[in-house]
């Protein structure tokens, strides 16, 4: 009731302001602006990003920004003198009973915190007839590069009440303009020809409907044709032209104009015909700065025709750094190869700075110098948390990490980092620690040639991996020993293609005599099983010393035919308890292949309009399964005694965002997973799906959801199907600061198959969509630009697990509800 009321106070406070408090008389604030096109009203966002006043930002139809604004004062002091002057008996108060040191201090925080309500909140949108007049020319240079020369637009100022005033547009497209006839004057007989081989391509039409765009597109068509094609002088302000010559009301001519080369000669331009130029001189200086650039070169060697220097000592591989250089001797000159050779040599993440200069030999060749600043040959790091969970009250963790560049002369990038976390949870204090070392090489390493496969545009990567980590009192201390080897590259600017090959990770529990202690559900369970069997007689301690007596006593109930037969649902209980255990205490080794596929059009971070699929596809156990014929007691393949993991696994992500002005975004996400084990293989624990937590279905905490229908009680609940969905509404608040209303579906089911699982957590085909959770809730973020602290606050929307009756809204409640804090968005 506490944090319900804080919310309530809070909203309050912000709702209750005066929106119009520091307004003159004579001024309106901007309510509302209305658009009519053709006498139709229309609400189209391009339309409305013309108009430079716009409403203050509303969320949820309140000026929440603006209300914080006005609980500043833009006209209150900014000096303590102004300020002990606006409220003399607060400065005397405190210079009386305290010292005018305090007055001043307290004069001081009065001011800081009137600025940072006028600096977070928004300020009040003030109906300005100049700003009107620079919409309407917005509105109608829109309409006439979009063909509708004669549009009339008009605008209309009324006051709605008092300070308070609407802008009205109408908008009067009229008939739209349309091209007849196309020519074209080309002086260069280069250009010409290029243009001639390429005209289908063109964005301008006979018939076509004007269109400012169209002109920019060709522009940008011929200027990057023209360039690709060896014309490095070729530029689009100066020599491509449209002239337009009207033939009726609503038709015109466009005659295309290519000139000449302008040169400046004596003080004078003179025109001069294109020339093709080639290549003929690629000179790479591998360690310039600034202050060498006057220096001595020291060291020189030829690679196939690129001469490479250094002003100390060459210490890249010529062979490997020429493979991110696309722009060839004796090639016709390309922006397109330039910029890709750019782009390569930035992504190797071994030079600091990258620059491509070219200059003229004569009409017909340059030289290209590339110079490159590498970056620190070695670079530490350091990070530090603290954190505090449902699990542990108190979590110190460290990581330090040292990066290698250039390690063998290949630009490639070492890394090798170590952990560790040291913890106090209710099972007393422990700790982690681990390792962790790779090689990223930018190029295929593979044998029989296979590098060929990936054409070296796509930026191919191979990264090997390793890691190892060992725990103390963490669950059952399982130690985790890991070595890979992933393929990454770019199949465009969208795609990319990730193949994991020879992935193999060994997990090893030490402490399995912990079992018990950590999944007290499953010993309640046995111990009330246990009970009926032996008709009363007091069960085992659950304690670290008892567990080989509790794992006895399991195999004694399960070992009697007689209580089978008299006790069959508690039988089946037993067996589950069972497999359970014997799956999370076993070790694996889990020799995994997968294949990964990605799209994602966002063309910068800043871009809130895109979307995003990814699929990953993976096998474990395959080869070294059939290389193995040794089993063990479970009929399970092995290795060194040590079962093989063994499934097929496949995930399936995608994301929609859409941007709705107003700083507000809406945000979709869609999962699903499944794993399906053959040979009589089970599922690895960190290989299951768990539903809940602060990324996923935030009305549950981690693990404490399904699967299916299955009551809570496990402390780790886990499937082997998992689908999840979440719809979000972001938007802006006060300042840095960003609010969200999200909702949250989905669950975990088993489709193992297994006799012992219980029928409530399997799924059982489209039946199973009655299974689905759901939660909902509201979130805070403030965005501190490197990242974004969160907030979620999520409740119990539908609970699977209930009866029909009390599914839905029975727990939705802020005393059972879920905080979580998160680090950046959830999806």
Known sequence: MKKLSFYFLLFAILVGCNTVKHLKENELLLIKNTIYLDSVKTSKNELNELL??????????????LNFYNLGNPEGPTSPSDWGKKYPKTYNFFKRFFSEKQSIAVAKSAIGLNNWFL?????????????????????????????????????KKDSISRKKGSLTYQIEKGQPLFLDTIFKTIKSPVLDSI?????????????????????????????????????????KNGSVNYWVEDTSAYKTNIELVLTDRLIESNGEYISKPYKVQRIKNINVFTDYTYNKK????????????????????????????????????????????????????????????????FKEINDHELEANIFLTPAEKYTLGIDSELSRSNVRNFDISGRFSLTNRNTFKGAEIFKISAHGAYFNSNNGPGWEVGGDISLEIPRFVAPFNLHKLVPKR????????????????????????????DYKWKFNATKTIQLEFLNTQYIRNLNTNNYFSIYQSEYSKLRDIYTTFSNGNVFFDNTFSNYEGIRNSLTEILNNSQFAITNPSERLTALNIRERLNIITSDFLIPEIAYSFTYNNQKNLKDQNFSFFKIRVANAGNILGLLSKAKNTNNQNTLFKIPIAQYFKTDVEY???????????????????AIFTY?????????????????????????????????????????????????????????????????????????????????????????????????????????????????????????????????????FSFNISQVSFGINYPF
Not at 52 to 65: D, E, S, V, Y
Not at 462 to 473: A, P, R
Not at 655 to 673: D, F, I, M, P, Q
């Open 52 to 65: 430079i006043q716009r409403p203050n930002q509303k969320t949820f139809g309140l000026p929440l920004a």
């Open 119 to 155: 600096k977070s909140g928004q300020k009040p949108i003030i109906i300005d007839d100049k700003k009107t007049n620079i919409s309407l020319r917005n509105l109608k240079t829109y309409y006439q590069n979009h063909g509708y020369f004669k549009a009339k637009i008009q605008v």
């Open 195 to 235: 243009y001639n081989l390429n005209k289908d391509y063109s964005f301008l039409k006979s018939n076509q409907k004007y269109d400012d765009a169209n002109f920019v597109n060709e522009t940008i068509r011929l200027t990057k044709l023209f360039r690709n094609n060896g014309l490095y002088h070729f530029d």
């Open 294 to 357: 006057d220096n001595i070169i020291n060291d020189t060697l030829s690679y196939e025709g690129i001469n490479f220097y250094a002003f100390d000592k060459l210490k890249y591989n010529p062979k490997y750094l020429a493979q991110s250089l696309f722009i060839k001797p004796s090639a016709v000159y390309s922006d397109t190869l330039k910029n890709l050779t750019r782009t390569h040599l930035r992504g190797l993440k071994n030079f600091k700075s990258t620059s491509i200069r």
């Open 458 to 485: 796509m930026f191919p990567k191979t990264n090997f991996h390793g890691g190892i980590s060992l725990q103390k009192n963490i669950g059952l201390d399982r130690q985790n020993l890991n070595i890979g080897i």
């Open 655 to 673: 994301k929609k965002y859409w941007s709705l002005g107003e700083n507000s975004v809406l945000a979709h996400r869609t999962s699903l997973g």
């Open 679 to 811: 040979n009589n293989s089970d599922i690895p624990f960190t290989k299951s799906y768990f539903a809940g937590g602060q990324n996923d279905i935030r009305g549950w905490r981690a693990y404490s959801l399904g699967p299916g229908t299955t009551p809570p009680g496990l402390e780790y609940n886990i499937g082997s199907l998992k689908f999840i969905s979440s719809l979000e509404y972001r938007f802006g608040l006060i300042g840095s600061l960003n609010g969200a209303l999200f909702i949250d579906s989905g669950n975990i089911w088993d489709i193992t198959g297994s006799e012992f699982i219980d029928t409530n957590a399997k799924f059982d085909s489209f039946k199973s969509i009655t299974d689905l959770a759901f939660s909902g809730g509201f979130g805070l973020r403030f965005d501190l630009k490197l990242l974004v602290l969160r907030l979620d606050h999520g409740f119990k929307i539908r609970e699977p697990y209930k009866q029909k009756s009390d599914r839905w809204f029975s727990n």
